[in-house]
């Protein structure tokens, strides 16, 4: 069967790339075996997104979790505010919910899973567990071990990955459940327990290289913030998280294809959430592809939030330091300015490329606060 535009994974990056394709009256043809279905994730979105992409709002819940609890390596805990509300989703809900838009705009979804392709003249050849097909533009949007990545620029390389344990759990008192984070000792990364709609996401996670220690990291915050909760499932998985500037010198997009989201590693360097990215990479990716401009993705989504990210990798080598975020965690708990500026940190409502300007601009008010 021939296709103009085949998305490979229908997750947020994939969905929404054939709903703002759609919109553009373009029909897209995604591939997704999976839905529905829960991911390993904590499923936080920041207001600032939920703000960014109106299609989101539909997803919205009134959550009344205002406070971030942050803990730092040696367990000082800052209870911080942000300006703005974030929420936290079940994968399940959001991802079919985001699909389902596409699917009402227009594009169509064939539940098959590609097992390879292959350029044939001008056309790509794409083979599924069921079928097979043809077409102009390839878009890998399947994740941190995203097959068009593999055989277009490669694998994410090991040094460039981050790897998480985590469970899904029932709490007793879920109304008053805190959205908690706290630093690891010793290793890049952190915990997280994340209240949600119906449930509690609780895990850890850190670079790849230090995987062998996040069993014993889950099951110590566990135990210190989540020892009431019923398990009700666990997991483990990986997701990209760029050490170093050079991860972004590889193209993201060539004439007749493309990579979005996880696929192309675009996540916060620091915290590792990517939701943001995918909607906002699915956007840009959608006016290249309209523009009849494939390849001008790459110097769009550069443009657009790149420089955020690099900075991202900036802030992620200064917070490495457990001095550094013992300093910050502290002076979060006494400020509540700077604790406010370390709460948009975390969920993404303050950039990385500005931080420094807001803290300089607010430390008459800090110093005052502190003192
Ligand atoms: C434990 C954990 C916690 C996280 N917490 C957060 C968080 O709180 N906030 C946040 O913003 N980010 C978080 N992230 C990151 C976030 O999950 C990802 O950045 C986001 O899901 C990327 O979206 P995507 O569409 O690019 O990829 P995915 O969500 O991974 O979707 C890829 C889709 O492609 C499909 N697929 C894969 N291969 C194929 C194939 N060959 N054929 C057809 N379909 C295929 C898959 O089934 C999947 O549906 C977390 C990640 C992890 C691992």
Redesign the pocket.
Known sequence: MKIPIAI????????HLGYCLASEGIKATI?????P?E???????SALALKKFPLLRGLHYDDNDDWLKLVSPDGKEALVTGDEETS?FS?KRM?MFILNKAIDAGSNLVE????DFERSGDVWKIK?NRGAYEANVLVG???????VRRKLIGPIPKEHLGV?L?VFAKSPRHAEEMTTIQFLKGMEGYA?L?PREEDL?I?V?TVLENGKHLKAELDKFLKKYAGHTQILSS?G????MPKHEGFFRLPAAGDDWLL????AGH??PMM???????LWGAEVAAKAIASADVKSYDKMWREEYGRDILEGIKMRRLLSHKTMLEIFIRLSARSRTFGNVMCGLVD?EQDYRTVWKVILKSAPRILYELL
């Open positions: 490979v994974g229908g997750g947020p990056a994939g969905a591939f997704d075996d999976s839905h279905r991911k390993p994730c904590g499923g936080g979105i936290a994968r991802d098959e899973r590609v097992v599924t949007a399947d994740g941190v071990n995203s097959l998480c985590g997280w994340f996401s895990g996670g997991w998985a990986m997701l990209p979005v989201g996880d696929a996540v916060d590792g959430a990517g939701i943001t990215y995918a993404s």
